[in-house]
Structures are given as C-alpha cells and as structure tokens.
C-alpha cells in the first residue's frame, strides 16, 4: 500500500542486547587477533592520557613554584613527546579497528546474500525489495559504525576513568571526595537519558524506515506518477512523512543537547569545587598548586568520554536494531524448494499418466496436481497433464486461471501441495535443482534484462552458454536488430533493458533460452502487444526456439498456438478442455468461445 505505514518493519531494542553481542562475536572471532592487539594498546593509551596532567604537577611544583628552570625542557619534551605518542597509538588503534569493523562487514554482507539468494519465490512475493537491500546495505554499515565510533574502546575509557579516581584518590582523598560529589547527579542524569532517549529513538527509526519506503516505490513507479499527474499528491505525502521525520528527531536533539549542556556544567562544577576547596587547601598548606592544576586537568578528561556518551549510544541501539533485522534475515529458512530434502508425502492413487524412463514417449507428467499460493486458497484444484518428448503443449484460458502457475510448478519455483510432477519416471522433488534447472529452460512473460552487454545478457557470464550467443541469436532472429546495433553484441543494455523496446528484450530473452540449449521449455507468452512486424518476428523467434524441445507454452494470441500438438484450457485451476486446435473447435466449448472472441474483429 502506497502512502501507508505497513513499512514499519522497526525492531528497536535494548542498547545492549547479551544474545544478539553473542552471536555477532562469531564474526568477529576470525579477526581476534587484530582486535586482541588493538585492545592491547588500550593501558598504553590510557598511561600517555593520566600522564599528562602528571608531568604539568611535576613542572609547576618542582621547577615553576620554586623558580627552578633546570630540568624545565626535559619535562616540557617529555610532554611533547607523550603526546606525540599517544596520538600515534590512536592511529595504530583507529586503524586495526576499522580494519577489523570493514571485515566484518565483508563477511556478513556476503553470507546475507548467498542466504537471501537461498530463499523461494514465495519469500519474495512477500519481501519488499527495498528492505532486502536496507538490509544489505544500511543495516550492515551500522555494524560498522560499532567499530569506527568508539564502542569497542569503551574499555579504554572505563580504564581511564578508573586510573583518574585512583590517581585523585591517591593525590588527595579529601579534594578527591569532594569533588566526586558531582557523580550521583551525573549517574542519575546519564540513566534517565536513556531511557528518554530510547523513546525518541524508536520514533526517527520507524519515521525513517517509512520515508525510505515511500521513496522506493515513489521513484521505481516515477513513470505512473507523471503520467497521470500525481506529481503534486506524491510530493505532498513526501513533505508529510518528511515533516514527521524531522519531528521526530527533535526530542533527539533536545537531548542530546541537554545532556551535553548538562555534562559541561556539571565539570565545570566540579572545578569550581576544586578551585574553591583546593584552594582552601594550598592556602593551609595541605595541597601544592601542582596538584589543583593537575586536578583541574583530571577532572577535564574525566568528563570527556561522559561528553560523547549519547553519540556512542545511538550507534549502540542502532547497531543492536541492524543486528536483530540482520539475523531474523538469516534466520528465515522459507528455502527455495530443493535446497532441503523434499518432506514425505502421499502417492497419487490413480496417476493420470506414468512417466517412466525407458518409455521415451512420455516425458512429463502432471498428476493431480493442488496448489495454493496462501493456505487453502487453491488456485490450482487437481490439474492432470501429460507430454510426450518433442510435443509442443499450450495452456489457454481466461486471465488469472491459473496458466502461469502451471510452469511456476514445472520450473520448480514453487512445489505441489498435492499430487506430483514428474519428468521421465522421477519426481521433480527428487531431482537436484540445479539438474531440472539445467534441463528446463524458461522464458518468462516479463523477460528481465540485467545492465551489461547484449551477449552478456544471452549468456548470462555462463562459459558454455557464450559460446553459443551468435549462433541463439540467430535460431531466434534477435540477429538482425542486434548487427545493426553500433556496438553489435557488445551494446550496452542499460537497467531492466529501458533502451530497448519490448519486442527486441522478448527476442534477447528467446536468444537467452536457447543458449542454455534446454531439452525442455517453459515459455510464457508476453501479454504486452507489438505490432504487426514484431509480431511476425517473434512468432519466428519462438518457432526457433521450440525446434525439437518438449515445450510448454502458456499463450495468449491463440493464433500462435494453433499448430500446437494439444491444447489445455485452464480454467479456475482446473484443466476443463484438452485436444488439438480443430478438435476443441469441434466441440465448440471454452476454447472455441475464446477463439470466437479473439478473432471477432
Ligand atoms: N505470487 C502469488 N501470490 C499469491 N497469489 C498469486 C501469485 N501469483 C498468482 N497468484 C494468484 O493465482 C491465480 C492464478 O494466477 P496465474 O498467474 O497462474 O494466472 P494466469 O492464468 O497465468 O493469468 P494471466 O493469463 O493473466 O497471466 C490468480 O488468481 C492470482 O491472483
């Protein structure tokens, strides 16, 4: 549904979700070592981060306060020095984090979509593409944000938090104590923004997941709109679901706003609690100005990891949402039928016809055959047909009947409920895929051109397939459009074959099948009319393309079929005429009343 929210597809969980980490640790296992090495330089990192404010202590104390210029240009390199290397150990660190964030990204995109690759025809009916590709692109480079925002290294912040606590507490346990009286506020403050902001979260991602979906089919239906002046209502939603969004991410940016305004005057109440307290304390004596100094300091990168807390905690429960799509994808096992061992089922008890291999004459086989696309809506109640080997069968009927089905069955992209289908004595569910896929060959109605070259496109990259491009483009006529072509084979076919017209992408398609030189065809007759001329053309094309196949054709301009060894009207998903074109025009049922109506005029 157009302009509605059924996209809200939106799993926002915790910040941290122990089962989901679990699982993602899997990937990044193979990457331990990187990972374990860049973890290492974290103490490292963290001794240049506490030295610092260590080194400003010792030069005011031991050099500045007591006018002792000695030794100053040693403190003051070895300053310089530390920070040169902690900024280098950064680098090391950043880098074999991001490394190890891209490999991991690597790995999951591959194996989502050799899953997804894996899946049937019945998880794409329901599947909008859209979200797969959400799924492989947006959701797995939030994984990678993991890695690049700093999450991993929240050790190394926790440990500079602690190596500042133990150093105050050290330096001064009063000062210390004072100024640590700040913490309860800050706590509370950082637990209540989270849960504020999961609130406000979970709204931008559903609001955002709705704008994208809008877009998709907003731009993939772009024709439809301008054709008939939609323009002006699309844009109209689009400002709407766009609004709503940037609504939405209002209390977002409220809080993370409050959140650092809060955090920033909360640090620099705590070094007004220093100067004041500490203060106090060098005047009596108890406390150098080395230490206020360096306390200052301290409690300045105390704070600077609390700062960017929210940023880090969007990327988590961002992450931990990605994570949850990512793996509820790779969990689904709607498989393509065959890639699992085909479940028991019951024999047909009176089998229209018997298939069997050393009966050469009868090749496939329909038995009763019930098929549902949705529960027991059947769409398919009981159809029985037989082929011989060479024969060529038309499917006929009224529109939605059920004839596409038909091949859907025989193409194995979908199996029987009940009953069987079997291709000389076995049954397609015995059959590995790829075999039947190998000898069934299919044109669809809508044949699907993919950007590259025209003979890629015949061949689809296929080794023994390309050696035979020329020679299929000519069984089926597609050569003489293609010779005229500047490039010849090697013209470019832009997206789902825009550039070229339907009747030249039906031709490629033709050239397609008979390259992959299949013993038998399942052909799907385009419902979309051409001229005259291309008409002609086609109908040669397909009469090459059938030249000694076993060939099942679901026709729609009964003129192309009317030499057809035998013709089956379906109708209502049931076979309710069979017989050949003057034998059905005989009986003068379904079939001859078709025929009436398309040759009327
Ligand atoms: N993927 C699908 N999911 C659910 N229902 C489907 C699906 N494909 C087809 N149907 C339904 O199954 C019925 C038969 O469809 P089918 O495409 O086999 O008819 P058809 O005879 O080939 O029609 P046409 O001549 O228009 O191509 C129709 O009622 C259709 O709505």
């Not at 301008?226 to 844009?235: K, S, T, V």
């Not at 988590?316 to 994808?329: D, K, N, P």
């Not at 890629?456 to 023994?464: A, F, K, Q, R, W």
Request: with cysteine.
């Amino acid at each position: 549904m157009h302009f509605g929210g059924i996209y809200e597809d939106e799993v926002v969980g915790k910040m941290y979700d122990r089962r989901l980490m679990g699982r993602f640790f899997a990937y990044i296992l193979p990457y331990r070592r990187t990972l374990v090495s860049a973890l290492a330089l974290l103490p490292f990192i963290a001794v240049t981060k506490l030295s610092q404010p260590w080194i400003l202590k010792m030069a005011i104390d031991g050099h500045i306060v007591k006018g002792q210029m000695e030794g100053l240009p040693a403190l003051a390199a070895a300053f310089l020095g530390i920070i040169f290397a902690e900024s280098l150990l950064m680098f090391a660190q950043v880098y074999m984090l991001t490394w190890v964030g891209q490999r991991v990204m690597y790995d999951i995109r591959v194996q989502l979509f050799t899953h997804i690759q894996r899946l049937s025809a019945r998880f794409f009916d329901q599947t909008p593409v859209g979200s797969l590709v959400s799924r492989l692109t947006s959701d797995i480079e939030v994984l990678g944000e993991m890695f690049a925002a700093g999450i991993v290294t929240v050790v190394g912040d926790i440990l500079v938090l602690a190596g500042i606590v133990g150093i105050m507490l050290w330096m001064n346990v009063k000062l210390s104590l004072v100024t640590f009286s700040v913490l309860p506020l800050l706590i509370w403050v950082a637990f209540s923004f989270r849960n504020w902001m999961r609130v406000a979260f979970r709204q931008v991602r559903s609001r955002q997941a709705n704008l994208s979906a809008f877009l998709t089919e907003s731009l993939g239906g772009m024709a439809v709109v301008q054709l008939f002046n939609r323009e002006r209502d699309e844009a109209k939603e689009f400002q709407r679901l766009n609004k709503s969004y940037v609504e939405a991410n209002l209390p977002v940016i409220t809080w993370d706003a409050a959140l650092y305004a809060v955090v920033e005057s909360l640090s620099s109440v705590a070094v007004a609690l220093i100067i004041w307290y500490g203060g106090g304390e060098i005047i009596k004596g108890t406390l150098s100005f080395g230490a206020l100094v360096a306390f200052i300091q301290y409690i300045e990168k105390f704070f600077s990891p609390i700062r960017d807390l929210s940023a880090k905690y969007s990327v988590m429960q961002g992450a931990m949402a990605s994570l949850e799509r990512v793996f509820t994808l790779l969990d689904n096992k709607e498989w393509e039928p065959g890639a699992v061992p085909a479940p028991k089922r019951e024999e047909v008890a009176a089998p229209a016809c018997v298939s069997a291999p050393q009966n050469a004459l009868q090749s496939i086989c329909f038995n009763d055959v019930w098929f549902a696309y949705n529960g027991e809506d059947y769409v398919l109640k009981g159809v029985s047909l037989q082929m011989k080997r060479g024969e060529k069968v038309a499917l006929v009927g009224e529109t939605g009947g059920g004839k596409t089905t038909v091949t859907r069955l025989l193409s194995r992209l979908y199996d029987v409920q009940r009953g069987s289908i079997t291709i000389d004595g076995t049954d397609l569910r015995d059959m590995p895929l790829q075999q039947l896929r190998r000898r069934i060959g299919v044109v669809l109605q809508d044949p699907y051109l993919f950007s590259g070259t025209i003979a890629y496109n015949i061949s689809l990259g296929d080794p023994e397939a390309m050696k035979r491009v020329e020679q299929a483009a000519a069984v089926v006529g597609a050569d003489r459009f293609i010779r005229e072509l500047p490039k010849g084979y090697d013209e470019e076919v832009r997206e789902r074959g825009v550039n070229f017209s339907a009747g030249e992408r039906q031709l490629i398609s033709f050239a397609r099948a008979v390259a992959f030189d299949p013993e038998i065809l399942v052909l799907d007759e385009a419902t979309a009319s051409v001229d005259t001329a291309s008409e002609r053309l086609i109908q040669q094309g397909l009469e090459g393309l059938m030249q000694g196949r076993t060939t099942l054709v679901v026709a729609h301009r009964l003129s192309t079929i009317r030499d057809a060894d035998r013709i089956a009207v379906i109708h209502r998903g049931e076979k309710a005429e069979e017989g050949t074109h003057a034998e059905l025009m005989a009986a003068r049922g379904l079939y001859y009343r078709l025929y009436q109506l398309q040759f009327k005029d």
